[in-house]
């Protein structure tokens, strides 16, 4: 094997890694993240070291200016922490180990909180456009049973004790 097809086999699993992270962000986008958000974590997530923003420019192909922000984005949410570092002037961050936690805290501190929001707006609507001829009644009720759960739905997930336990449980 020549020294080109070695460095190549080398850098599979390194470019398997870095699919599989922008893969994981673009899966979290729909939780309200951003897709850098998902491939720092999973980077961190599997990393057996704690790692720098230098070492995830290194290992996403992406620039500094985009991984620094979203590092400060990802230890405000808890996602992420900031881990002991080799000297004074490099962080290092690691992923909050327990899954279960970190989704916990994102159902109770986003999820719970536009839940919230839509159900007042929605009993404020409800209350000041009871009479309006224009709005369909069906359709009103459905998007309160829509509302209602949601609301129920987030409650369950929230009252488990292991998430990741729970589409076993259903399934079984």
Not at 7 to 20: E, F, R, V
Not at 43 to 48: A, E, R, V
Request: glycine fraction near 2%.
């Amino acid at each position: 094997m020549n020294n080109m097809q070695s460095k190549a086999k080398k850098n599979k699993p390194a470019q398997s890694l870095q699919k599989l992270s922008l893969s994981i962000g673009n899966f979290i986008r729909y939780w309200g993240f951003r897709r850098i958000h998902g491939a720092i974590w999973t980077q961190l997530y599997l990393s057996k070291t704690p790692l720098s923003c230098t070492d995830l420019t290194a290992r996403l192909g992406l620039s500094k200016a985009l991984i620094s922000p979203a590092l400060d984005e990802l230890h405000q949410y808890k996602l992420i922490l900031e881990a002991p570092a080799p000297n004074e002037k490099t962080k290092v961050y690691q992923a909050v180990e327990d899954i279960n936690q970190v989704i916990r805290h994102i159902l109770k501190t986003r999820e719970a909180k536009m839940l919230k929001q839509i159900t007042e707006d929605f009993s404020i609507f409800k209350k000041s456009d009871e009479t309006n001829k224009e709005i369909n009644k069906a359709h009103l009720k459905s998007l309160e049973e829509m509302i209602f759960s949601a609301n129920l739905m987030l409650q369950i997930m929230l009252e488990q004790k292991d998430l990741m336990k729970l589409p076993l449980e259903i399934e079984s």
